[in-house]
């Protein structure tokens, strides 16, 4: 019998109970992806990440699984994972790291400060962006809105992990959204590549909202891919410059979250995207899996 340790970590907040949950397994060397997705599956949690030893000591390979599939970069497991990692070395309060993830290698930073750990990370891949295929008659009734709601067209980015991105009127609008899973399937189907992402501007804060059903995700209460990608869309109505914009995610679920996003535009293009955040560490435990001659998880 195997003794498979992992952590749970709530990230995206300094508050417990807040923020978006994350299994971590530091020691995953072995594991089958069949028995990866299983064992994400069990948990369901939003994502669980499996890390297992790369080219150095701070460079791990790092695979992330939600409840439905594995997916090649996200936000909130990268930030999770290198906090989870750099605290097995609190003898370093500042230490930088490369995550190997399907999408490439991530680099991090991460502060073991007082107040908490805080970590930092360049996306591997700058947004692209597009125009949505899916019409604005069709979001909307995914939606649950009227289309006065919606603001100009949908935008297709990704960072590595696509987003269809909404701009919504305001707070009321956003609050009052909710994925119609029947319309969701009419229009979007089975599609892992179609998560909605929604957010509205009030002042120099963005508020925000994600729905990810094809994943398994039914809503996610902090998105620091989607946080990523969102900077492609910004940035097309704004000038050359550094930019730094704060996104509360998450209220409508109980779970409030603070993701920081910030990005450089330079001759017209982006040339940075960074996103920051905090995690507290929520607990510890292990799963007891069978040797391979007596059981084998299956997907």
């Known amino acids: 019998m195997r003794i498979l340790k992992y952590q749970l970590l709530d990230v995206f907040t300094r508050q417990p109970f807040g923020g978006n949950q ?19 599956k069990e948990l369901n949690l939003a994502e669980t990440t499996f890390v297992s030893a790369g080219e150095a ?7 992330i699984f939600t409840p439905a599939c594995e997916v090649d970069f996200a936000g909130h497991p990268t930030i999770g994972t290198a906090i989870a990692l750099a605290s097995q070395q609190p003898d370093q309060r500042c230490s930088d790291w490369q995550l190997l993830e399907n999408v490439g290698p991530v680099p991090v930073k991460v502060q073991l400060l007082d107040s908490g750990p805080v970590a930092e990370f360049a996306v591997a891949q700058l947004p692209q962006v597009s125009l949505s295929p ?3 008659a069709d979001i909307a009734a995914v939606i649950s809105l009227n289309l006065t709601d919606i603001v100009g067209e949908t935008q297709h980015s990704s960072c590595g992990l696509p987003f269809h991105v909404i701009e919504l009127t305001g707070r009321e609008a956003l609050a009052q959204a909710a994925a119609d899973s029947a319309r969701w399937q009419q229009v979007i189907g089975d599609d892992p590549n179609a998560s909605l992402y929604l957010f509205c501007r009030e002042g120099e804060q963005i508020f925000a909202r994600m729905f990810g059903i094809a994943v398994g995700i039914a809503e996610d209460p902090a998105t620091g891919s989607a946080a990523a990608a969102l900077a492609g869309v910004l940035a097309q109505s704004l000038s050359e410059g550094d930019y730094a914009v704060e996104i509360t995610q998450g209220v409508e679920m109980g779970r409030p979250s603070q993701i920081s996003l910030c990005f450089s535009i330079a001759a017209g293009a982006l040339t940075r995207v960074t996103v920051a955040g905090s995690a507290v560490l929520m607990g510890e435990g292990q799963f007891y899996l069978p040797n391979d001659d007596e059981s084998k998880i299956t997907p």
Do not use: N
Not at 22 to 40: R, S, W
């Open 22 to 40: 994350l299994a971590v397994f530091p020691q995953a060397e072995g594991l089958t992806t069949a028995q990866m997705q299983q064992l994400a």
């Open 57 to 63: 000591e701070r460079m791990p390979r790092v695979r």
């Open 134 to 136: 899916f019409s604005l």
